[in-house]
C-alpha cells in the first residue's frame, strides 16, 4: 500500500518509493528513505500529509499527496 492510503496512527515502514530522482532526492532531503519507520499523524480531505519519522528521532514533515502516493509502505506489525 502507499503511504497516502495508509491508515492514521500505525506505524510503517518504507519498503520502496517508486519515483523518479528528483523526488527521491526531494523525500531524502526531509529526512524520508527507504527502511524508515513513519507514523502517518493526519490526513486531510485536502493539503498534505503529516508525518512523524520515529527511525530519525520522531521529526514531523508534511508531505504532498501525490509524493505520498510514490511511497510504498508496510505495517511493522
Known amino acids: ?13 518504507v519498503t520502496e518509493i517508486v ?3 528528483e523526488a527521491k532526492r526531494r523525500l ?3 529526512g524520508i528513505r527507504q527502511s524508515d ?10 493539503g498534505a500529509i503529516l508525518v512523524k ?11 504532498g499527496r501525490n509524493l505520498a502516493k510514490k511511497i510504498l509502505v508496510k505495517n511493522v506489525t
Open 1 to 13: 500500500m502507499n503511504l497516502y492510503d495508509a491508515p492514521v496512527n500505525e506505524e510503517l515502514m
Open 19 to 21: 519515483s523518479g530522482r
Open 28 to 30: 531524502l532531503s526531509i
Open 37 to 46: 519507520v513513519l507514523v502517518k499523524l493526519t490526513s486531510p480531505p485536502w
Open 53 to 63: 519519522n520515529i527511525s530519525t528521532g520522531a521529526t514531523k514533515v508534511a508531505v
